[in-house]
């Protein structure tokens, strides 16, 4: 027998846009820098009235519209170093190409403030990224690099990584992730290479000088 949810998820017969936001699960992790992709992620569900209170393929997740398009907007509750596991159930069941698969992260190769749109290439050493491409095979999808900075010393990255934003930086994370969202919605609508023209800018980190 058809399971009627199953059927409901995935009728829409055109192409599904799947936007993954990258973190850790749990009320610890929240607010912290490695958490950047669920902090977007929730904002741009709530911004275009999507909610994500299912939980299937280790996610948290629900399917909407963008721009006219639908999407599936997702988090995985697998912990950032399997990421891959929940992507690749998501990309399987949507049948999402790999070139529709949008990811949000955090970057410490950026300052805080700074937004990059990339589509495809390597993964920076992130372990989320890693893991997602290890598991589609692939690296073509589009990503989201939102700036965290990093510490003074490369020992100190993963402690820092899982560190609460700070006092200041908390100040300027709703300007941050507004950016995110818009950035988001301008590949749906407009495509990447428009959304590149006009947030891959110089001094797009202007934020950072106010912390």
Same mark, same amino acid.
């Given at each position: 027998?058809?399971?009627?949810?199953?059927?409901?998820?995935?009728?829409?017969?055109?192409?599904?846009?799947?936007?993954?936001?990258?973190?850790?699960?749990?009320?610890?992790?929240?607010?912290?820098?490695?958490?950047?992709?669920?902090?977007?992620?929730?904002?741009?569900?709530?911004?275009?009235?999507?909610?994500?209170?299912?939980?299937?393929?280790?996610?948290?997740?629900?399917?909407?519209?963008?721009?006219?398009?639908?999407?599936?907007?997702?988090?995985?509750?697998?912990?950032?170093?399997?990421?891959?596991?929940?992507?690749?159930?998501?990309?399987?069941?949507?049948?999402?190409?790999?070139?529709? +698969? !949008?990811? *949000?992260? &955090?970057? #410490?190769?950026?300052?805080?403030?700074?937004?990059?749109?990339?589509?495809? @290439?390597?993964? =920076?050493?992130?372990?989320? +990224? !890693?893991? *997602?491409? &290890?598991? #589609?095979?692939?690296?073509?999808?589009?990503?989201?690099?939102?700036?965290? @900075?990093?510490? =003074?010393?490369?020992?100190?990255?993963?402690?820092?990584?899982?560190?609460?934003?700070?006092?200041?930086?908390?100040?300027?994370?709703?300007?941050?992730?507004?950016?995110?969202?818009?950035?988001?919605?301008?590949?749906?609508?407009?495509?990447?290479?428009?959304?590149?023209?006009?947030?891959?800018?110089?001094?797009?980190?202007?934020?950072?000088?106010?912390?």
């Amino acid at each position: 027998m058809k399971n009627p949810v199953k059927e409901q998820l995935n009728n829409s017969g055109s192409p599904v846009k799947l936007i993954v936001g990258l973190g850790n699960p749990g009320i610890r992790y929240r607010f912290s820098r490695h958490n950047m992709g669920f902090l977007v992620l929730d904002a741009l569900a709530k911004e275009q009235d999507i909610e994500t209170r299912r939980k299937n393929f280790d996610s948290c997740f629900g399917k909407g519209m963008i721009s006219g398009v639908t999407a599936v907007l997702a988090k995985p509750q697998t912990f950032m170093n399997l990421s891959g596991i929940t992507v690749k159930k998501l990309v399987g069941y949507f049948k999402t190409d790999i070139e529709d +698969l !949008i990811v *949000i992260h &955090d970057d #410490l190769d950026l300052p805080l403030g700074s937004l990059r749109i990339k589509a495809g @290439g390597g993964h =920076g050493g992130h372990k989320g +990224l !890693i893991s *997602i491409i &290890d598991h #589609l095979g692939g690296s073509e999808f589009i990503r989201i690099r939102l700036g965290i @900075g990093k510490p =003074g010393y490369r020992e100190m990255v993963e402690g820092y990584v899982l560190e609460r934003f700070t006092e200041d930086e908390m100040k300027i994370l709703p300007d941050i992730i507004t950016r995110a969202c818009d950035a988001v919605v301008e590949v749906i609508s407009s495509g990447t290479q428009s959304a590149m023209c006009q947030f891959n800018v110089r001094n797009n980190n202007k934020l950072n000088k106010e912390v």
